[in-house]
């Protein structure tokens, strides 16, 4: 909770000194991510697994070329197994639905076009999460498949911390509207899972989900598409203004 305050906190003092100075944008974008894990993955082929993000962005501009930034992401995470049995084998994959907020650092240069980059951290809460897994048995003189999929919510921490880097381009479409396009990579810092090992559990439990499913990091990488309000008010005008008031006056 103390962490899931301080990353509030920090999104609520952006958003007022943004209001405050109305120098902020906002947007939205969504995209396509490959995730899988890292760590302790023995007897075990993994592979990325394919899913989605979406989120909602708020920017604070401090210099021309220097931007706070704040999210909040709905994302899927997981990854894909495989293993080989002796009479068989078992694979299926982890499905993981995430609300993030990240608070990036985030550089950019170029005139019209922006060129930026961007690093930070993020603040995840385990919004589901679903295994499926098939068995697959020619122990027997048929070939046999066993569903034990099941809800693995309680298998993995309820928070995850991480960091964040990323690169994009800015393209103007109006005055104020800007379309980007950008990829980041998210690198998971705490463990993700919360239960290493089956001990006690059910032999299903036990033998036919990844029993070296330990100490393990979430990692990411997404391609984004979207656009960006710019509300800050247009200071060239006011300074045409106060040129042809000073040239009548003269």
Same mark, same amino acid.
């Given at each position: 909770m103390k962490k899931i305050s301080f990353f509030i906190i920090i999104l609520l003092l952006i958003l007022c /000194?943004?209001?405050?100075?109305?120098?902020?944008?906002? #947007?939205? %974008?969504?995209?396509? /991510?490959?995730? *899988?894990? /890292? #760590? /302790? *993955?023995?007897?075990?082929?993994?592979? %990325?697994?394919?899913?989605g993000n979406f989120g909602l962005i708020l920017n604070y501009k401090i210099t021309s070329y220097f931007s706070l930034q704040t999210e909040i992401n709905i994302e899927d995470k997981g990854v894909k197994f495989n293993s080989v049995l002796c009479g068989g084998g078992y694979y299926g994959k982890y499905e993981l639905k995430y609300f993030t907020i990240p608070l990036l650092a985030n550089f950019e240069f170029g005139k019209s076009v922006k060129y930026y980059g961007y690093l930070g951290f993020y603040l995840s809460l385990l919004a589901s999460a679903d295994n499926q897994t098939i068995v697959t048995s020619t122990a027997s003189p048929e070939f046999k498949r066993y569903d034990y999929s099941h809800d693995a919510k309680d298998e993995f921490k309820k928070n995850e911390m991480g960091a964040i880097v990323g690169v994009g381009i800015k393209i103007p479409l109006c005055d104020r509207v800007k379309f980007f396009i950008e990829t980041r990579y998210n690198i998971g810092l705490c463990n993700s899972a919360d239960i290493t090992e089956y001990n006690g559990g059910s032999y299903e439990r036990s033998i036919f989900t990844p029993d070296n499913f330990q100490n393990v990091y979430n990692r990411s990488i997404s391609i984004n598409l979207g656009i960006i309000y710019n509300f800050k008010k247009r200071q060239t005008s006011n300074i045409k203004r106060q040129t042809n008031i000073n040239t009548q006056t003269l």
């Open positions: /000194n943004s209001l405050f100075a109305q120098n902020f944008s906002i #947007g939205i %974008k969504d995209g396509i /991510n490959w995730s *899988t894990i /890292n #760590g /302790n *993955t023995e007897n075990l082929e993994i592979s %990325k697994l394919q899913g």
